[in-house]
């Protein structure tokens, strides 16, 4: 099994920045590619990054695309998420999840439905 941890959530103001960590605890997770998703009060889950468990790929969902980087450190199991210029429409709880080596990973990473793993999320509220 593998756990995932997520912490750096908060409330902002409109502009600020956040950097979201993952923590991940059981098998060698330091192979698996990862990801973060959000889901806001209404919506369906939306998908936010991902990188390679290489860390040599990275992707980015539509409203991440020049205010959110991703980045991992493999040595410590930890995925990170950040966040600068924040809006209120990123109010959302921001999940992580791992996935275990899908074999069409570089064109479905966007697909929750690969992940095997998830976290409990951390609440992300932009105040505007």
């Known amino acids: 099994q593998v756990q995932l941890v997520e912490s750096g959530g908060g409330l902002v103001q409109a502009g600020g920045s956040l950097r979201l960590s993952c923590a991940a605890s059981?098998?060698?997770?330091?192979?698996?590619?990862r990801a973060w998703f959000r889901q806001a009060p209404g919506k369906e889950r939306e998908f936010v990054a991902a990188?390679?468990?290489?860390?040599?790929?990275?992707y980015y969902g539509d409203s991440a695309k020049g205010r959110f980087t991703i980045s991992r450190d493999t040595a410590k199991n930890t995925v990170y998420l950040q966040m600068t210029n924040l809006k209120p429409e990123d109010t959302a709880v921001y999940y992580c999840?791992?996935?275990?080596?899908?074999?069409?990973?570089?064109?479905?990473?966007?697909?929750?439905?690969?992940?095997?793993?998830w976290g409990q999320g951390t609440q992300v509220t932009v105040s505007s």
């Open positions: 999840a791992a996935d275990s080596r899908d074999r069409y990973y570089t064109s479905r990473y966007s697909t929750s439905s690969i992940y095997d793993y």
């Open positions: 059981g098998r060698p997770v330091s192979v698996y590619n």
């Open positions: 990188v390679t468990w290489t860390g040599t790929g990275t």
